[in-house]
């Protein structure tokens, strides 16, 4: 069994920050991709920001130069460190990552996904 947890979400004025943690365990062999997404009230969900094992980024348009995602391979962890929010990113926050993970004697390759965390920034 797989889990992913984040953390860190809250409250906010704008152009105050966060930090959100995403933390996976259980029986895992390898992560692939981590990503954290997020969905508005009426809205689809949207990618956010990627991160590969080897560090590569990639970022939506609009939290550019605002948000930063980095990982720690030890702990199968992502962040997201989010400055100069505006009430646009109010939003349920979900982490995402391609797991490969084990048990009664076989692999198992999916994607994963967190019960998300609420990030709120009043207009």
């Known amino acids: 069994q797989v889990q992913l947890v984040e953390s860190g979400g809250g409250l906010v004025q704008p152009g105050g920050s966060l930090r959100l943690s995403c933390a996976a365990s259980g029986r895992i062999m390898m992560v692939y991709n981590m990503g954290w997404y997020r969905q508005a009230p009426g809205k689809q969900r949207e990618l956010v920001a990627t991160?590969?094992?080897?560090?590569?980024?990639n970022y939506v348009d609009s939290v550019k130069g605002r948000f930063t995602i980095s990982r720690d391979n030890a702990k199968n962890a992502i962040y997201l460190q989010m400055n100069s929010l505006k009430p646009d990113d109010t939003a349920v926050y979900f982490c995402?990552?391609?797991?490969?993970?084990w048990g009664a004697g076989r692999t198992k390759r999916g994607d994963h996904w967190g019960q998300g965390t609420q990030v709120t920034v009043p207009s």
């Open positions: 991160i590969t094992k080897g560090g590569t980024t």
């Open positions: 995402d990552a391609d797991i490969v993970g």
